[in-house]
């Protein structure tokens, strides 16, 4: 194989990937979102712990409208900080995510647009998107074979988003 097929056939199957991904993250995203949320459902009241929420919806709040995790009114909060916007529900001194503020920055670019929670759900699935992407090309890198790098993109693609949960 010549070197510009391979590099034809390689480029093919970046696009692949990161095409299967945005299907594969798009897809769990919008099974996971407000009150569809597994995070916001057991966090509400009838699961409670008596003594840990600290208002009537436990410990979720509401961005744009959304039943969110309360985390989440964080880093809206500090979105909002980063668009200067005159009050935010959490000021900085508050914050306990200002260690993340990177996370809310890259979150607040599109809000004006498209609004807070949708700028942080559309951020997370661009963001698993390219981790998967670079699963699957660390793997191809350390194996040099397709169906590992395929097999470790899939199953980063499929897992539970844990880190990303928060919006």
């Known amino acids: 194989m010549s070197a510009r097929a391979a590099s034809v056939g390689r480029q093919r199957g970046i696009w692949l990937v990161l095409a299967i991904a945005l299907l594969?993250?798009?897809?769990?995203?919008?099974?996971?979102?407000?009150?569809?949320?597994?995070?916001?459902?057991?966090?509400?009241?009838?699961?409670?712990?008596?003594?840990?929420?600290?208002?009537?919806?436990?410990?979720?709040?509401?961005?744009d409208g959304v039943p969110v995790n309360k985390d989440s009114v964080q880093f809206a909060s500090l979105a909002g900080f980063f668009r200067d916007e005159p009050a935010v529900p959490v000021p900085p001194e508050d914050n306990v995510?200002?260690?993340?503020?990177?996370?809310?920055?890259v979150g607040s670019i599109l809000a004006p647009l498209i609004g807070a929670y949708a700028s942080f759900v559309l951020i997370n699935v661009l963001f698993w998107v390219a981790a998967t992407l670079a699963t699957y090309l660390l793997a191809?890198?350390?194996?040099r074979e397709r169906t590992i790098g395929w097999l470790a993109a899939l199953l980063g693609a499929r897992k539970k988003k844990k880190g990303l949960k928060k919006i």
Do not use: H, K, M
């Open 140 to 143: 191809l890198r350390f194996t």
């Open 24 to 63: 594969i993250c798009t897809l769990e995203t919008s099974l996971r979102l407000g009150a569809s949320s597994s995070d916001t459902r057991y966090t509400l009241p009838q699961f409670s712990l008596g003594y840990f929420w600290g208002t009537p919806l436990g410990w979720t709040g509401v961005v």
């Open 97 to 105: 995510y200002v260690r993340f503020a990177g996370y809310s920055l």
